[in-house]
């Protein structure tokens, strides 16, 4: 059974009549009728889960932002999606917006909002019209504008597309950028369930996880706890991608393993090679050796396995992969994509990135491997926001899980997997 | 013990003890150095006269007005007045040393980060007057050029120069301070 | 109250603040880089990391605010390897140019490096390397050294509040970057060179000059441009001026400077200052002895005094010379038996201050500056405060970030981004604006607060005309007036901000006046030189003597004369601009000008040049050849500002003392003065300028007892010690065309005050001329495309007095039909193209024949 990626066959999924035609807008119907409070209540019932990354308990946000007095308040949906690797909000965004639309004039009817904005990767120039086509009809259906389904409500809703920033990904970020300054993290707290957008509460909250409040709203808080994960329940998007044999994005309850995932959904390793890492959750997560692929893919366990769930974008290796390039790679686009704001990453990014190539060059010296790691655990924890630890820990556990082949790099003076 | 006491008493032997050194000094060669007629020569690193080094390639000073060299002396002897130069860049517009108030520790000669300045060999400078005595950039580059131009000055920051070139390791020009060996 | 505990030292707070500045103000130091106590948090350079019980990162001490029972640790193995990694990385891309940097020596990151930093580096790949920025005359940029603290960025866009530079691109190629491109176009404050911790930005002007532990003295003194009085130090190396430096929270400027007071001091050292005295000896000025000089002086004066009368003489004071200075130059001029001594405070300092005092009561502009900052609603008038005097534009602008609101009447283009509303009425209809104000605030306040009872009266028969007929009759919407009058009548706290041309209207005085008393507003009187309240103060009027006593009180004046071993005249002197006409008409003889350059600082120059060529004798104390000197018959030359001691008053009405940083051969104003006097036979025994102050403690009841280790003690706030001049109101009538805005239509030429001169001193300092090299007419972009002129056109301004040909700014901070001429550069000014009127009351010079033509050349 299909929540997010529902109607997804269908080549005009996108527009409203389809969308209607396939049950689409019933949820918001119902929430309409319901009190502001009794939704978050739900919400906070189902035990859903923030999918942007970092797993926070979406009732418990929404909690914090509605006790906060001041109005006017923000809806934001973080549809920055930049992380390597990462490509399960754009069949939401493309195939499905007007589940996002629903999704979020629940929840701005949820936090008494009536401004929403979407912040767009800038990168997704298609899902920009798709969206705008598809806000345009909702006005038209009466979904959004001053009067939502006639019930006098009032909700509003807005494209932003973004400048093409990863950083812009991180939530205080991302409203310096959409209210028009350089996009940087801002000093948290006060959190922007407080003082967000334009100094007003403001909740952010990912493309997937507002997707999932029609599906709470359809099938009541019980039943949707009962999908997946009892700790983090729900249907999740998962994309795969690397040498797997049929790549792309997958509905799968929360807490599918890792192995199931690869062998199962996807058809095994692409041309029956071995299988060497997987970076389970976006390039910033830890990489993962083939030991360890049993693990359910879900926030609360991943953890316990050395890895993050992150957004759930799974990167498969096989053999034939040089994996100091792949860190080297990950860290060109770390350094590239630090803003500047904080020392260790704007600094320790570049110098990571010169030592890994200075290696994967093949000349690189003994002492290296333990600059490697003492620079990036001088990175990590002493960085303003999660860039940084991200950069670092991608050294640390590719070097933790994969360390003699950093050695044979340095000691043969160069890669042997280059042609 | 009184029997030896009396038979040096009675034969002089002190005395004469004495007169066989003497006679002996009488016929060895003699110590004294006639000076001026006869030179000292100089011990290598012996701190005498300053230069102010001169960049072959260039035929301008090292020095880059950094005033350490003015800092670190104890008797405060070292006048600098920098500004900057035609291409932007910091030199010293005077540089001065009053020899009269130098202890010759070479402390500036250490604290030059660039080795720009050396105590040479050469230590007869003596002069009736106080202007003799006080040198500025263009007598400290003619002493450079006078007493330690060629493989000489090289050989003297190679042995003399502390810390060594080779502490400052450098990567794409820029100096990087490293622990020294050892 | 908070309790928490550093380093195992438990610590009271009275409210939350940050855990750097409990620890700061505990004496615990926690190194840091992007922190500054005025600028808004940032926490980006990782340096203050603490770390703090039960929370499980390392902290950074300058974001994190202190809650109850909060124990934080400053020092430990984790943190100092934590400031190591974090020197290390700022270390990796940052060049080791100590040697050649000028920062070497204060410089954050090598105190830092040698507290805690790694001795050795690891990093062995290429460094990333920027060009030096050498473009500007002024500022240079080192971005390889720049540490990206953003210090620079928000101390320009949340202080100074010019905006004028930005971090542009991203990462490890950020780099801090003027909007203007590699030249800076901005304000030229120089505030960001203050909170530079590294040596990314420096000063051009002391580059590769020193360093910083070669400077001889430290010298604390007051800044010789305007009168806020900023305090700065003066940095001194072997007998010459290296650089002035602000202290950051220090005096009323609280560290802030302005581009004249930061790179303007380079004029001590000019070659073109006047070194010996010069006598006109056959039509030429030729170098005389002192004691030549001086005989002449003296005996020429007597002469002229036995033939015509001390009448016949008159004195003009120096705004830019101590108090002391002035205080001896009018004895001089009294002594020589007249009351004709007056000053540029004339221009409409005096005579604004005069109308206020005289309405409200004596020391109404005794106001703090930091009441600006503070206030809910500021009202500037007949000035712009951000180019007369930058500082106190700084207060309104920041003002205006907190919420304040701003509201400009006139020309204020330097406060264009940062007022509520700007009016924009005839230049002589300020008034008519005003009444529209105050009609509406007292129809909704009702009634009048009571107190005052004279000024109620006043107001009752004002006549003042309502918001609609003002609007109308100055071209403005009687919304706009409305809605004005309700954001000022409903702060709590209102600044009124005064320029020249608003003091020196008496109409328009006594409206601001009426409007500080109903609003319960502080009057801020902006002033253009460093000491022209001092002038007042000092008895440098015809009116008064010193300590603001009026001449016409026999008690005093007969006290003063005793004390002074002479008789004051009791009849009032001429003031400035009759002086001048009384010598175009032969009524003054001779003429004694103490810093001060009346042919070309007096509007209608040719006018006042040609009476100052009548006068039998004239003589000119200055440190330039002025164009007044030049025409003297002696000149007399003195010590700068940084030569000297005494003491300025600023526009607060606080002494603060000047003291003497570099010596050179040569005397003091009050010496020259007192050496004159002597020859005269009046009594200066003055050995220092102490003995003057002493002089003026005994002499003037409102510095009674006042001496210079008060002053530096912090008894320098007005009324000092002594007594103010009490139960003096006065209450001119308004003039009958006070609320009618003259019909005049076009174009009309007004007075640019320039940000970056003010006058002899700014136009010899080789810094200020490299930014603004050359007299320019401004126009706004609509204006220019009129006229068919582009920017670097040249055109033809023409008045009814004269013609000017000048270079075409095109200035889009300028609104409506107006041309802004400077009266700076040297034969360019705008006062050879107009005339003036004088105000009955104040005596100040109202510009008039504000009519052009300009064609382009």
């Known amino acids: 059974m299909n929540y997010l990626l529902k109607n997804i066959e269908n080549p005009n999924s996108f527009d409203v009549r389809e969308y209607e035609k396939a049950g689409g807008y019933r949820s918001l119907k119902k929430a309409v009728e319901m009190e502001p409070a009794a939704i978050i209540a739900e919400v906070k019932k189902s035990g859903l889960r923030g999918r942007g990354g970092a797993g926070f308990p979406t009732g418990m946000k929404w909690t914090f932002a509605n006790a906060d007095p001041k109005f006017p308040k923000y809806l934001i949906c973080n549809a920055d999606e930049g992380e390597p690797g990462t490509f399960k909000d754009r069949p939401i965004l493309e195939k499905n917006p007007h589940l996002l639309i629903e999704g979020m004039v629940i ?249 890994l190539s ?31 630890d991200g950069a670092g820990s991608v050294v640390i556990n590719f070097i933790k899980h994969f360390r003699p082949e950093f050695e044979e790099h340095i000691e043969k003076k160069g890669c042997k997997y280059k042609k | 013990m009184e029997f030896k006491k009396i038979i040096k008493t009675i034969f002089f032997t002190e005395i004469l003890k004495g007169m066989a050194l003497t006679f002996k000094s009488m016929l060895s060669p003699a110590v004294t150095r006639q000076y001026p007629e006869e030179k000292h020569p100089a011990m290598p690193g012996f701190r005498g006269l300053h230069a102010l080094v001169v960049d072959p390639a260039t035929g301008k000073e090292k020095c880059i007005a950094c005033g350490l060299c003015a800092a670190i002396c104890p008797s405060q002897c070292i006048y600098i007045y920098s500004t900057e130069g035609p291409d932007n860049k910091k030199f010293a517009e005077r540089y001065e040393i009053e020899l009269t108030r130098c202890i010759y520790c070479a402390f500036c000669v250490e604290a030059c980060p660039v080795g720009a300045i050396v105590l040479t060999e050469h230590y007869e400078y003596t002069d009736y007057s106080r202007e003799a005595l006080y040198m500025t950039k263009e007598k400290l580059m003619a002493n450079w050029n006078k007493y330690m131009a060629g493989p000489k000055g090289e050989e003297y920051f190679k042995k003399f120069w502390h810390p060594t070139a080779d502490d400052y390791r450098a990567y794409d020009g820029q100096p990087m301070f490293r622990k020294r060996e050892g | 109250m908070i309790t928490i505990t550093i380093n195992n030292k438990e610590i009271r707070l009275e409210r939350p603040v940050t855990v750097l500045e409990a620890a700061k103000a505990n004496g615990i130091k926690i190194p840091h880089f992007c922190h500054h106590g005025i600028l808004e948090q940032w926490g980006g350079c990782r340096m203050c990391l603490v770390e703090v019980e039960k929370m499980p990162r390392l902290q950074t001490a300058c974001t994190l605010f202190v809650t109850d029972g909060m124990v934080v640790m400053t020092e430990s193995e984790t943190i100092s390897n934590a400031r190591r990694s974090v020197l290390e990385f700022i270390l990796i891309n940052h060049p080791l140019d100590c040697p050649v940097c000028d920062k070497a020596g204060e410089c954050k990151l090598q105190d830092y490096v040698m507290q805690y930093g790694p001795t050795a580096g690891r990093f062995k790949e290429p460094k990333i390397r920027h060009p030096e920025g050498l473009n500007d005359p002024l500022i240079v940029r080192n971005q390889e050294r720049c540490i990206m603290c953003t210090r620079c960025v928000r101390m320009c866009s949340g202080i100074q509040g010019a905006s004028a530079i930005a971090v542009t691109n991203r990462g490890n190629h950020s780099s801090m970057e003027p909007f203007s491109g590699e030249r800076f176009d901005c304000e030229y404050c120089g505030n960001c060179l203050t909170v530079c911790p590294v040596g990314a930005i420096m000063s051009r002007l002391h580059r590769y000059s020193y360093r910083s532990w070669q400077v001889t003295d430290e010298i604390q003194t007051v800044c010789p441009f305007c009168g806020v009085g900023c305090t700065m130090i003066a940095q001194v190396r072997d007998n010459a001026l290296m650089r002035v430096v602000p202290k950051l929270g220090l005096g009323s400027n609280k560290g802030l400077l302005c581009n004249r007071g930061r790179f303007g001091y380079e004029y001590v050292g000019s070659g073109e200052r006047l070194k010996n005295p010069l006598i006109k000896k056959n039509g030429k000025l030729q170098p005389a002895s002192w004691e030549e000089a001086l005989d002449t002086v003296a005996s020429r004066l007597k002469d002229i005094k036995n033939s015509s009368g001390g009448n016949a003489i008159a004195g003009i004071a120096g705004a830019r010379c101590t108090n002391e200075d002035n205080y001896a130059f009018q004895k001089l001029i009294r002594g020589l038996g007249s009351n004709n001594i007056d000053s540029i405070a004339r221009m409409g300092f005096a005579g604004g201050q005069r109308i206020f005092e005289g309405m409200l009561g004596p020391g109404v502009t005794s106001t703090p500056l930091s009441g600006i900052a503070d206030s809910d609603a500021v009202l500037v008038v007949g000035g712009d405060p951000s180019e007369v005097n930058p500082v106190l534009g700084v207060h309104i602008r920041m003002a205006f970030k907190k919420g304040a609101k701003v509201i400009t009447i006139g020309h204020a283009p330097g406060l264009g981004r940062h007022r509520t509303a700007g009016l924009l009425p005839h230049p002589q209809a300020d008034g008519v604006v005003m009444g529209g104000l105050i009609s509406a605030i007292l129809k909704d306040k009702k009634s009048l607060p009571g107190g005052n009872r004279p000024l109620e009266e006043k107001i009752t028969v004002m006549h003042l005309p309502s918001a609609d007929d003002a609007a109308a009759a100055c071209k403005l919407s009687a919304e706009d007036i409305g809605r004005l009058a309700k954001q000022l009548a409903g702060a709590s706290s209102v600044s009124i901000v005064v320029g020249r041309e608003a003091g020196g209207n008496k109409d328009t005085a006594m409206l601001v006046s009426v409007l500080s008393y109903i609003l319960n507003a502080r009057i801020y009187l902006m002033s253009e030189r460093p000491n022209e309240q001092g002038l007042v103060d000092m008895g440098c009027l015809p009116d008064m003597l010193p300590g603001g006593r009026p001449l016409a009180e026999e008690g005093l004046r007969k006290k003063c004369g005793a004390s002074w071993g002479i008789d004051i005249p009791a009849d009032e002197g001429l003031t400035l601009m009759e002086m001048i006409q009384a010598a175009s008409s032969g009524g003054i003889k001779a003429m004694y ?150 019909a005049e239509e076009g174009l009309c030429l007004m007075l640019e005050k320039p940000l970056f001169h003010s006058g002899t001193l700014s136009r010899k300092s080789p810094a200020l001329n490299s930014i603004s090299p050359e007299a320019v007419l401004r126009l706004s972009p609509a204006t220019a495309s009129g006229l068919n002129l582009k920017d670097g056109d040249f055109a033809k301004v023409s008045t009814e007095k004269g013609s000017l040909s000048l270079k075409v700014k095109i200035d889009r901070g300028i609104d409506g039909p107006a041309a802004f001429v400077s009266n700076n550069f040297e034969g360019r000014g705008l006062f050879s193209l107009t005339g003036y009127r004088l105000d009955p009351v104040t005596k100040s010079p109202l510009t008039e024949g504000r009519q052009i033509s300009i064609e382009k050349e």
């Open chain 1, 107 to 355: 929840s701005g009817h949820a936090l008494r909002a009536e401004y929403g904005y979407i912040y767009l990767r800038g990168e997704y120039p298609d899902a920009r019209d798709i969206l705008n086509r598809a806000i345009k009809q909702a006005y038209e259906k009466g979904y959004l504008g001053d009067n939502v389904m006639g019930k006098g409500l009032k909700f509003h809703l807005t494209v932003h597309l973004g400048a093409g920033a990863y950083i812009c990904g991180e939530e205080t970020a991302l409203i310096e950028s959409l209210e028009g300054k350089r996009g940087q993290p801002r000093i948290k707290p006060p959190f922007p369930v407080n003082v967000g957008a334009f100094s007003m509460p403001t909740i952010v909250n990912n493309v997937e996880t507002f997707s999932n409040i029609p599906c709470i709203m359809e099938i009541g808080p019980e039943a949707y706890s009962k999908i997946g994960s009892p700790d983090c329940p729900g249907p999740k998007l998962y994309c795969i991608s690397g040498h797997v044999e049929k790549p792309g994005v997958y509905e799968l309850p929360m807490g599918t393993t890792l192995r199931e995932i690869i062998y199962t959904h996807c058809g095994g390793i692409k041309g029956g090679k071995s299988l060497k890492a997987v970076i389970p959750g976006g390039i910033s997560t830890p990489v993962l050796p083939p030991s360890n692929i049993d693990c359910p893919m879900d926030f609360v366990s991943m953890p316990k396995h050395g890895s993050m769930l992150g957004s759930g974008a799974v990167m498969v290796f096989d053999e034939t992969v040089c994996l100091v390039k792949v860190c080297l790679r990950a860290l060109k686009f770390f350094e590239h994509e630090s803003c500047g704001k904080c020392t260790p990453c704007r600094e320790g990014t570049g110098w990571l990135r010169s030592i």
């Open chain 1, 358 to 388: 200075r290696i994967e060059d093949g000349k690189g010296e003994k002492e290296d491997i333990d600059t490697l790691l003492d620079v990036s655990g001088n990175i990590v924890g002493k960085t303003f926001c999660p860039l940084g």
């Open chain 3, 593 to 742: 000008v103490m810093g001060e350059n009346p042919a070309f600082n007096l509007p209608d120059t040719k006018n006042t040049e040609e009476a100052l060529r009548r006068l039998d004798f004239l003589v000119v104390q200055d440190i330039f050849m002025t164009e007044t000197a030049r025409m003297a018959d002696v000149v007399l030359p003195a010590l700068s500002w940084i030569e000297k001691d005494g003491t300025y008053t600023n526009a607060e009405r606080k002494i603060q003392r000047l003291k003497k940083a570099i010596s050179i051969t040569g005397m003091e104003d009050w010496k020259i003065v007192a050496e004159v006097g002597k020859r005269i036979g009046l009594k200066m025994p003055y050995g220092k300028a102490a003995d003057i102050m002493k002089e003026i403690a005994r002499v003037s009841p409102l510095h009674a007892g006042l001496t210079y280790a008060d002053i530096e003690g912090g008894d320098n706030l007005w009324p000092y010690k002594g007594e103010p001049h009490k139960n003096w109101f006065s209450f001119p009538e308004l003039s009958a065309d006070a609320f009618t805005s003259p």
